[in-house]
């Protein structure tokens, strides 16, 4: 990537929602094939910088840029940016009853590539090694979309639709939130597939536990809004051994959970 | 009785203006009776219809009766007061092809742009059409395969010819000439629609369908349909409408009737897709609508399916009368309102036999600045020992100038019965949209998809091929409903 067509970089973002800012001027800047993880206490800013990335219209953007793909995406709807390879792994995903998972996966398979370009019967075969992979039941194709779904269901459905889309660059907003072992291991082993020369992944992440499962090679720290600290693989290390209270004492103790 | 009047907040203030394909006027020669109604206008129609002296007395005895009605104000919708002197009761196309005439072109074209085809050789295979234009039934399809099983499918004024018997029987049995305001008026003017008898242990093998159009200025049509399921027969009807674009009211009164002995079904579905009027509320059909369902028999069972897109002002409330034991009775509407278009539908399940059930599930999608309200009665009779209801009534609300309401009563008069009623009111989410937005899907084929899984339980209960187009028309009808 050139100077003048990042892949894709966050350049001092400011965000409010009703009337809060939240976003301070957050800068950040992802390269293919790198994995960086945000890392931040409670009401620093994570999901909400997950959301103003995808376009979630409750939040207003009052400064800043995201640039993606070379142009700066701020302007554009969410399908827009979606069709553009950039994918939201939801923290809290929300059931659209009436609607099978085939039904919704094949449509958003068909903006994302274009009407037609996938054959019906190439794309549930796919789908089905697809959740053969996650290890989730077949049924689960004619299910309703995260209609009753557990916690557990409803992250790897997000992990399925990752690997449908194949989005270049990907938010994962705590999808390892509320996870017992054996579930972060499966939608590990699903984001680990993504990875590669051509892929982008930002691990939002309240838990310095994931961080052994995909290992980034970036890591920040976001408090009040602001990316705190920021480090490579040495950074990573020490978070993964120590937890990062000490980085939250470092920035004094206006700073809590 | 429960009143929830909610509204939400979003924000899709765009124009909901969308084309109405179906809008179009055809120039056909017409027969018509002079504008305002009478004894000598209703003589004249009976006459022109050439119908028997009972019925000639039969519809001024309905005239004499609603003369001393009142229309019904307790709906939750608001029109100024109808002129009925200024509605033109009968117009005809002047070319009859069933005396023998050939098909007027222009109507052949009419039919074929709303995708009727009414011409022997282009007839669909699965489906049998009566094609009704203003006060006429212009042609109808597959009758002699249909006659070789003994089933009779023909117009109404071809019934009074040909089975005067049969109608004398079954006319004004479950809808009683004097039942309400509209209905009596229907009674003493209606024009023509369908009627349909399967014979005892009869299965139809091909739905039978009419298509309702309404053409003429000024005109009302008053649809009169009678379905008749003998002993073990079994039917599936779809009725279909559509009228020209007009910056005038038009007032469409039906009366449907279905009667089912021991054992019988009869699965009526309708898509009705009447001009709605203008953004402004100018315009579009007023849609005073009376049908009812009469399980006669043990074992029988009646199920209403309707897709309500279009009409000004819908009122209308198809009915199931659960008199023989075991006797099911099934209620699956979908009701979407948009501009200012007003909705005030619903069902009564009236439980009379043992073992009697009935299912009501019932959406309702508002948008614009319409008003869309539910209103249905669950009555168990005390004769209906061990009687069931399970009502299911959702509302969703596009935008923030709509209203929703639900007006469900329910009268048990016996403990054994048992009754579940759910309700919920929704706006279609912000988060719903934006999740599936983040898919790549844009605003309104979002919108579109979240709306069809809204309806999914009562489009799953249309036949298939119908299924197909309701989808398709209300996807068109939310087009620019939000955004």
Redesign the interface.
Known sequence: MSEKTPFFEIRNLHAKTEDKPILKGVNLTILPGETHALMGPNGSGKSTLSNVIMGHPAYEVTDGEVIFQGQNILELDPDARARLGLFLAFQYPVAIPGISVAKFLKSAADARFGQGTIKPSQFIKQLREDMKFLEMNEAFINRFLNDGFSGGEKKRMEILQMLTLKPALAVMDETDSGLDIDALRIVSKGVNRMVGPNFGLLVITHYERILRYIAPSHLHVLIDGQIAMSGGPDLVKEVEKNGYDWIREKFGKEVLV | MSDTETTFKL?TDSALVQEYKYGFVSDVEADQLPKGLNEDIIRAISAKKKEPEWMTEWRLKAYRRWQKKDYPKWAKVEYPPVDFQDIRYYSAPKMNPKEGGEIDPELARTFEKLGIPIEERNHLAGVAVDAVFDSMSIATTHREMLAEKGIIFCSMSEALQQHPELVRKYLGSVVPPGDNFYAALNSAVFSDGSFCFIPKGVRCPVELSTYFRINAKDTGQFERTLIVAEEGAYVSYIEGCTAPQRDNNQLHAAVVELIAMEGAEIKYSTVQNWYAGDENGQGGIYNFVTKRGHCRGANSKISWTQVEVGAAITWKYPSVILEGDNSVGEFYSVAFTNKKMQADTGTKMIHIGKNTSSTIISKGISAGESVNSYRGMVRILPSALNARNHTCCDSMLIGDKCFANTYPVIEAETSTAIIEHEATTSKI????L??????????E??TS??V??????VFKELPMEFSVEAIKLLELKLEHSVG
């Open positions: 924000e989410s912000e988060e719903q934006f999740y599936v937005q983040s898919r790549g899907i844009d605003e084929s979002a998809l979240i069809n899984g809204f309806c999914r339980d």
